[in-house]
């Protein structure tokens, strides 16, 4: 199995030795592909939407922007991480989806996408956890993803691993621990289910894209969509 992990800081701190941990048990079974944010993909998105337009190859970015897009598409399993930042994902997390915002549902999502699993890993001194998780949940699940589990921890406590109390210490790895051994018990032979929010977006989606084809039918949504077959009777998540 391929995991492609997106780590929304280069920082060797906590939320690193919390994912190196969920990792740990993958390590001899899976190919692992990483991602250091901002080191990996340092650009902000220009907003151009040259992408949005079908020449996503021509993004300033590209060179940063594709090698990432091709590891999450051929991934079995995406890892995200990210500490929370003044109650959000790292900047460099958002500046990355950025570059993905033409792989939203009501753009050109790509089929592969709908299908994977995927797992949010954040970790705050107090508060803003659920708030990171959205930030990053909110495009996941735009590209079509239904499987989306969530792994967040609240240290209540001090920025140093070591200097954590014993007793939080344990219990934060016995978390991740079983989070990852859930994972490794899934047959990534099958792809998830795709859940009725996500066929819902699709749905309505459908209707916008072919009213908007009937506008314009040189609309590059529109043609991505009628190519794909799904304003007839293919759908992302069957075959
Ligand atoms: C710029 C910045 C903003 C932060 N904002 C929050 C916050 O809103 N809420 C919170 O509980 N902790 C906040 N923190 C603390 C970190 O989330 C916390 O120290 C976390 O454990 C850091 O993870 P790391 O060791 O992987 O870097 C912030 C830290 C930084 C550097």
């Known amino acids: 199995m ?51 337009f079908g020449a996503q ?23 995200f991480t990210s500490p929370v930042y003044v109650y959000h994902a790292s900047g460099a997390m958002k500046a990355m989806l950025d570059h993905f915002g033409y792989r939203w549902m009501p753009h050109r999502p790509a089929k592969e996408m709908f299908g994977k699993r995927a ?3 954040t970790q705050c001194l107090g508060g803003g956890a659920s708030s990171t998780i ?45 989070k990852a051994k859930k994972f490794l018990n899934i047959d990534y032979g099958k792809k998830s289910r795709t859940n009725l929010i996500t066929k819902g977006k699709f749905y309505v989606v459908r209707m916008l894209q072919t009213g908007l084809g009937k ?17 007839d009777k293919v759908r992302p998540w069957k075959g």
């Open 2 to 52: 391929k995991i492609t992990v997106i780590n929304g800081t280069e920082w060797k701190g906590i939320t690193y030795r919390l994912k190196e941990m969920f990792l740990e048990p993958f390590k001899d079974k899976a190919e692992i592909t990483e991602f250091y944010l901002p080191r990996d993909c340092p650009g902000f998105c220009a907003g151009c939407k040259t992408c949005f």
């Open 57 to 79: 190859d021509k993004c300033k970015d590209a060179n940063y922007v594709q090698p990432i897009e091709k590891a999450m598409l051929e991934a079995d399993l995406l890892v």
């Open 119 to 121: 797992l949010i890993l």
């Open 134 to 178: 959205k930030d990053i949940k909110d495009s996941l699940s735009w590209w079509g993803i239904s499987y989306i589990k969530a792994l967040s921890f609240k240290l209540m406590s001090d920025i140093k691993w070591e200097n954590i109390p014993e007793k939080k210490r344990a219990k934060i790895t016995a978390a991740v621990e079983k």
């Open 215 to 231: 506008k314009n039918p040189e609309y590059t949504d529109f043609n991505y969509w009628k190519a794909n077959g799904w304003l």
